[in-house]
């Protein structure tokens, strides 16, 4: 059975806090990638400012551990 793995604020991909590295890490995805969506999709909607979602997000994610990675 495969390990479960939980969203947390990356260590290898961390260029603030880590956020959209972790979600890369747990979507599989490029962190690269991630953090070009997320600009795009913050630009795009008036509603809510990516920088907002992001500080919530700093705050709620937990930090990587060392088991994060094994």
């Known amino acids: ?6 969203m947390h604020r990356s260590r290898r991909y961390r260029m603030i806090a880590g956020v959209m590295g972790g979600i890369a890490e747990y979507l599989g995805w490029s962190p690269t990638l991630t953090r070009l969506l997320f600009v ?5 909607s008036a509603a ?6 992001y500080i919530v997000l700093w705050i709620m994610m937990p930090n990587a551990t060392q088991d994060s990675y094994q």
Do not use: F
């Open 1 to 6: 059975m495969d390990k479960l793995v939980k």
């Open 40 to 44: 795009i999709l913050s630009c795009a």
């Open 48 to 53: 809510v400012p990516g920088i907002l979602i």
